[in-house]
């Protein structure tokens, strides 16, 4: 079945600092992927998804690329704000299989 | 995609009782998932909801402890029978496909 591993949080970067959360899948076929983002005292919410090798899913000025030849879904930003202090889960199109969640925590 | 609109949005529960959660969706859906999110960890699959016939449970989570109802393709209820204080997580239901998965707000159980 379709598994991913994901960066262990928790994650502290001062406001503007770039991000990288890891994540590395391992799937039969290829699976759609997919970035949630969970803020404080909210529901999981989409943040961005790629649909075959190469797609680059992006939103809110994060982006991830799908590499078939890594088999990575590595999420980025350039330049983080407090606003994104939140849990992001990376997945596969498999309902079952969510990431273990990273905590990002930017600080002014 | 679909509005899913979930309740209660949280609640602090007696050992012992029941709590009968709510998902309601704004368009037909087929699949309809539910989901457990206990404190700093991430989301476990209890049950696919499947409409007109039982829930299929994932391992480790059986139908007397969690049951769910599907009455048709917009709505699904999934129940936390006989709580206790291991129960208290956030409970999310959600609708999908390949191509994308929405969530619920989720309801914040506590179990005292």
């Known amino acids: 079945g379709n598994s991913v591993t994901q960066m262990e949080g928790p994650v502290t970067l001062s406001e503007e600092a770039f991000l990288t959360i890891n994540c590395t899948y391992t799937?039969?076929?290829?699976?759609?992927l997919f970035w949630y983002v969970q803020y404080p005292g909210e529901g999981l919410q989409l943040l961005l998804k790629?649909?075959?090798?190469?797609d680059k899913g992006s939103n809110k000025g994060f982006e991830a690329t799908y590499r078939k030849e890594t088999t990575s879904f590595h999420l980025e930003k350039g330049s983080v704000q407090v606003s994104d202090s939140a849990v992001y889960f990376c997945?596969?199109?498999?309902?079952?299989?969510f990431g273990d969640g990273t905590t990002l925590t930017v600080k002014p | 995609s679909a509005v899913i609109s979930q309740k209660p949005s949280r609640d602090i529960c007696q050992r012992g009782t029941s709590l009968t959660i709510q998902c309601q969706v704004d368009?037909?859906?087929?699949?309809m998932f539910w989901y457990r999110q206990q404190p700093g960890q991430s989301l476990t699959l209890i049950a696919t909801?499947?409409?007109?016939?039982?829930?299929?449970?994932e391992s480790g989570f059986v139908i007397d402890k969690f049951p769910i109802s599907r009455p048709n393709l917009t709505f699904s209820t999934l129940t936390v029978s006989n709580m206790s204080p291991e129960d208290s997580s956030i409970y999310l239901c959600?609708?999908?496909?390949?191509?994308?998965?929405?969530f619920g707000s989720g309801t914040r159980l506590t179990v005292v």
């Open positions: 959600s609708v999908g496909d390949r191509a994308s998965y929405t």
């Open positions: 799937a039969t076929g290829y699976p759609s």
């Open positions: 790629a649909t075959k090798a190469d």
């Open positions: 997945a596969p199109s498999s309902k079952s299989t």
């Open positions: 368009s037909q859906v087929t699949m």
């Open positions: 909801a499947n409409q007109g016939s039982e829930a299929t449970y």
